[in-house]
T-cell receptor, first 114, second 112 residues
């Protein structure tokens, strides 16, 4: 089955620790995105990538980093600089960069601080 | 700055009822609008995508309409079922931008 796989489903971060969230897609999509979802708020864009080896900051990129070394993979690192990391993180992809394309989402990773 | 509002925040209806969910946006210069469904603790599933040149899209019991001039979209669900219980989100795409602007969603409960 084609789709987007996010792992782990639950993740706990200790003070001062960096953690990495995995996102893999087998849809052969060019564009990939990371969103953060907080209770009672809409989704907010963290980073996006239109093509391999290229990525752009979204609205709330501070404290996060990404890489896009392979078309199918777009991992997100939550660094110790992100002071309020507790949230539900969603990875998404589209066949081409946004401009009329449907967005496909993974099942999410819930990150909590210990 | 584009703002997307969904009212009501929550809605409870009896099974079998037809219902309408609302989405409004402040900037009519949109490229497209998508409706998504989200089950608790899960990712989003795209339901319908309406391009700016279209007035509506239909999929099964779902019909979404778009009125750009008034900054509104509606999602019509016919003959609601308990399995339709979920949070429904709308998101608008801006031309020339990678960013979708999401509403906060309407939590729908369909009671048997």
């Amino acid at each position: 089955d084609g789709g987007i796989t996010q792992s782990p489903k639950y993740l706990f971060r200790k003070e001062g620790q960096n953690v990495t969230l995995s996102c893999e897609q087998n849809l052969n999509h060019d564009a990939m995105y990371w969103y953060r979802q907080d209770p009672g708020q809409g989704l907010r864009l963290i980073y996006y990538s239109q093509i391999v080896n290229d990525f752009q900051k979204g609205d709330i990129a501070e404290g996060y980093s990404v890489s896009r070394e392979k078309k199918e993979s777009f991992p997100l690192t939550v660094t110790s600089a992100q002071k309020n990391p507790t949230a539900f993180y969603l990875c998404a992809s589209s066949a081409r960069p946004l401009g009329g394309e449907k967005l496909f989402f993974g099942s999410g990773t819930q990150l909590s601080v210990l | 700055k584009q703002e997307v509002t969904q009212i009501p925040a929550a809605l409870s209806v009896p099974e079998g009822e037809n219902l309408v969910l609302n989405c409004s946006f402040t900037d009519s210069a949109i490229y497209n609008l998508q409706w998504f469904r989200q089950d608790p603790g899960k990712g989003l599933t795209s339901l319908l995508l309406i391009q700016s040149s279209q007035r509506e899209q239909t999929s099964g019991r779902l019909n979404a309409s778009l009125d750009k001039s008034s900054g509104r979209s509606t999602l019509y669900i016919a003959a609601s079922q308990p399995g339709d219980s979920a949070t429904y989100l709308c998101a608008v795409g801006q031309g020339g931008s990678e960013k979708l602007v999401f509403g906060k969603g309407t939590k729908l409960t369909v009671n048997p």
